[in-house]
């Protein structure tokens, strides 16, 4: 699980669009919202400021399910 303040960072490689969450484990596998592919985690921690990382990667911020069921 990433510590506060630590993303993690996901990519896709059907359209190459780069995403952060809070903890790439959260769910069992990542869709990406624009083309609906798995998403690869790429990078595991990530300090720093959630919107600074994301701008600085030019990576778009997602946002862990509210429940699993």
């Known amino acids: 699980m990433a510590r506060?303040?630590?993303l993690d960072l996901l990519h896709c490689?059907?359209?190459l669009r780069r995403?952060?969450?809070h903890d790439a484990?959260?769910?069992p596998a990542w869709s990406c919202p624009a083309c609906d592919r798995q998403l690869q985690l790429?990078?595991?921690s990530i300090p720093g400021?959630?919107?600074q990382t994301a701008s600085?990667?030019?990576a778009t911020l997602m946002s862990a399910p509210l429940?699993?069921?």
């Open 19 to 21: 995403f952060l969450v």
């Open 49 to 51: 400021p959630p919107a």
């Open 42 to 44: 790429v990078v595991r």
């Open 13 to 15: 490689g059907s359209c």
């Open 56 to 58: 600085a990667l030019g």
């Open 25 to 27: 484990n959260a769910k």
């Open 67 to 69: 429940g699993d069921g």
């Open 4 to 6: 506060d303040g630590q």
